[in-house]
């Protein structure tokens, strides 16, 4: 991901490396687009290099807000999109974490025997805790007694 800081005219760039980054997203770049991506690195980095509205880039955030605003993303859709899919990391990092920090809370060892369906609706009831504080306890009674079906053990 360094490959494309733009921080003082991309020092640590290396088509390699965004190349070998681009092969870990076989479902958003095909083989046949690693091609295409190939030749966009070759123009990429001169283009960037020479063009003065790059400059001041300071990060990739901000990076590719430019590469919109110049519409230089649609002449290099492909590294555009290896742009976004860096941005996105981070945030798709920490949803994972957070549910396996909730799995740790709510999977203990008196839970180990439940059932997926239950264990599944512990973990949406835990990690949505937000959406479901603001659910009235009378709510949730009403909502019980109007089903039909229950079950007395």
Not at 5 to 14: A, E, G, K, T, V
Not at 50 to 78: C, P, W
Not at 88 to 99: F, G, N, Y
Not at 118 to 123: G, I, K, T
């Amino acid at each position: 991901m360094s490959a494309l800081n733009p921080l003082n005219s991309f020092p640590s760039y290396d088509a390699l490396k965004v190349m070998r980054l681009a092969e870990f997203y076989p479902m958003d770049i095909s083989s046949t687009y690693l091609i295409r991506l190939e030749f966009q690195l070759t123009n990429f980095i001169d283009d960037m290099r020479q063009d003065d509205r790059f400059r001041n880039a300071s990060n990739i955030g901000e990076f590719s807000i430019m590469l919109v605003a110049t519409k230089k993303h649609v002449l290099y859709d492909l590294v555009y999109l290896l742009i976004k899919l860096t941005l996105i990391l981070p945030v798709a990092t920490a949803s994972v974490e957070r549910v396996f920090s909730a799995m740790n809370l709510v999977k203990n060892k008196l839970r180990t025997t439940m059932s997926d369906d239950r264990l599944n609706d512990w973990f949406v009831t835990f990690i949505e805790r937000d959406v479901f504080m603001e659910v009235s306890e009378d709510d949730i009674v009403d909502a019980f007694m109007t089903m039909q079906k229950r079950r007395v053990t």
